[in-house]
């Protein structure tokens, strides 16, 4: 299965960052990914930069956000129906009264299988996410797709064990996490040793697609990357630009690992499951 990562910068031009998705996601497709994957809030500037009662922009946040389906999944879904690719978008999203950080995950059919809302919602300098959106409602789910069965971690939830085990127990072969990583965020080498060890102690492919870009607070780091079950770096994109990370996963490496061999067949759930 061939993936691609598009880590891209987001100015303010909301319509002019979706074109340039779009046409980067044809281009992936013509390349021969079958799946593609964006950055979080890929299209729109990091609303979060800033707290909510500081954004100049509107007198309410949600009225950044747009429903799903909306302009962007419906441009997806029919870019992923011409070219038979499934597409995992990051946008903000309003149902109503509520707001969330939002994966739309849609078929190679163009249809548009579910959304992961963000569970875990993070408040410290410059990810003042706390006041944008609401934690997530629909659990953990994971979708069956024409190419595989994918989760997705939303930023934030990636640093939660259980989160990304859920994922796993129900299905995953390949976990995608969007993410807004700035630079000099982590310690060195921490930024992808916890994606290593997940998917060493889950025995999935782990595929995190970063931001790029400076913007009004925060720069924006790139160096989107991909690990294989055995909890190795296979595929890393470039550092502070844009730039298409493709890769072709094994899914037959799933079964032969040692997460699937021994963590997951050995686990004591009648012992610790109260807890998780």
């Known amino acids: 299965m ?43 500037p ?47 999203e309003r149902d109503g009264d509520y707001a969330y950080d939002t994966s739309p995950v849609i078929d190679a059919d163009g249809q548009l299988l579910g959304c992961t809302r963000m569970v875990h919602i993070t408040e410290y300098q410059h990810f ?74 889950n025995g999935v492919f782990t595929a995190l697609c970063n931001r790029v870009g400076k913007e009004e607070k925060l720069t924006f780091a790139g160096e989107s990357f991909i690990c294989d079950p055995a909890g190795r770096v296979v595929a890393r994109a470039q550092a502070g630009c844009a730039d298409v990370l493709h890769a072709e996963l094994d899914l037959s490496q799933i079964g032969a690992s040692h997460g699937k061999k021994l963590f997951i067949r050995d686990r004591r759930p009648e012992l610790y499951g109260a807890w998780l």
């Open 128 to 201: 003042h996410e706390q006041g944008y959106y609401d934690p997530g409602d629909q659990g953990a789910p994971v979708y069956d797709t024409r190419f595989g069965k994918f989760g997705v971690a939303i930023c934030y939830d990636r640093h939660f064990p259980e989160y990304l085990r859920a994922l796993t127990l129900g299905g995953a072969e390949v976990i995608f996490v969007p993410q807004a990583g700035a630079v000099g965020e982590w310690p060195d080498g921490l930024y992808e040793a916890e994606m290593q060890v997940a998917a060493f102690q």
């Open 46 to 92: 990091f609303y979060p930069q800033v707290p909510a009662r500081e954004q100049a922009k509107v007198a309410d946040v949600r009225e950044l956000a747009e429903t799903i389906p909306g302009p962007m999944t419906e441009a997806f879904q029919a870019l992923a129906a011409e070219h038979g690719v499934v597409v995992i978008l990051n946008l903000y």
């Open 2 to 44: 061939n993936i691609a990562l598009i880590q891209q910068p987001a100015g303010p031009d909301v319509v002019q960052n979706l074109a340039r998705g779009l046409e980067a996601a044809r281009q992936a497709a013509q390349a021969g990914a079958q799946v593609i994957c964006f950055a979080e809030l890929a299209f729109e």
